[in-house]
């Protein structure tokens, strides 16, 4: 899942950073895993926000103007794989 929603640009970079710098990705993994269990499109949207709110405001050079990071549009579309058809702002019935 990772790879898959890497910024194209950020694949062919991915292995080198990761073998000079292990947890550099290591904040793109645990949104993921946190993703994962998210219970809603409106919680999954929620945390994408957050995700970019972060990345935005804290992050690195290359996280924020290089974009080697995963990336929110990519992950948006994989979340409409799994509930197309579900708007973001409406809740699930229970």
Do not use: W
Request: proline residues 6%; contains cysteine.
């Amino acid at each position: 899942m990772f790879r898959l929603c890497l910024y194209p640009h950020a694949v062919a970079f991915a292995r080198v950073i990761r073998a000079m710098s292990p947890r550099f990705f290591e904040e793109d993994l645990a949104v993921i895993r946190q993703l994962g269990i998210t219970i809603s499109q409106i919680e999954f949207h929620d945390e994408v926000k957050d995700y970019f709110y972060h990345v935005n405001s804290y992050g690195t050079f290359l996280r924020r103007v290089c974009r080697i990071r995963i990336s929110g549009k990519r992950l948006i579309r994989f979340s409409n794989l799994f509930a197309p058809g579900v708007p973001p702002t409406t809740t699930q019935p229970a």
